[in-house]
């Protein structure tokens, strides 16, 4: 799935058998955002949602680019690729992560935290870069933090 549009809503659920991606002026507004793919998800055009939910289980990574006051991510499940988070705003980790033996990266102008049952499990490196912080409460298992 690909497209150039806008989409937006309270809550969006995009699924694609293949991968997901956006070109152009394409970008998701909406308050809870829910990916499934088997392609992997490049979504890094100007997206602007509260709460992310990303799940690949095929081959490729899954990446978002977002501007949120704080950025939810309230789980990610990815076999076949890395993760990428790079938000405009607080990160808040508040699901499980899991990206198999891949790296993950997350970004944040503000804080980075993970609250309640946020942990990441990755046998790759976690790196973490932001303006606010870095608090990592959770069970984290990663090769290198």
Not at 66 to 90: K, R
């Amino acid at each position: 799935m690909s497209s150039a549009d806008a989409v937006s809503g309270a809550a969006v659920t995009l699924t694609a058998g293949g991968a997901i991606t956006e070109t152009g002026s394409g970008a998701v507004t909406a308050g809870t955002l829910t990916t499934s793919s088997t392609g992997g998800t490049t979504l890094n055009g100007a997206n602007a949602v509260n709460a992310f939910n990303g799940t690949n289980t095929g081959s490729g990574d899954i990446a978002l680019t977002n501007t949120a006051a704080t950025l939810d991510m309230t789980g990610v499940s990815q076999s076949g690729g890395a993760l990428s988070v790079n938000n405009t705003g607080a990160l808040q980790i508040s699901g499980a992560g899991d990206t198999g033996s891949a790296a993950a990266t997350l970004t944040a102008s503000g804080a980075i935290t993970e609250t309640g049952s946020g942990a990441g499990t990755t046998g790759g490196t976690v790196t973490t870069s932001s303006a606010g912080g870095t608090a990592l409460g959770g069970a984290d298992a990663g090769s290198a933090v």
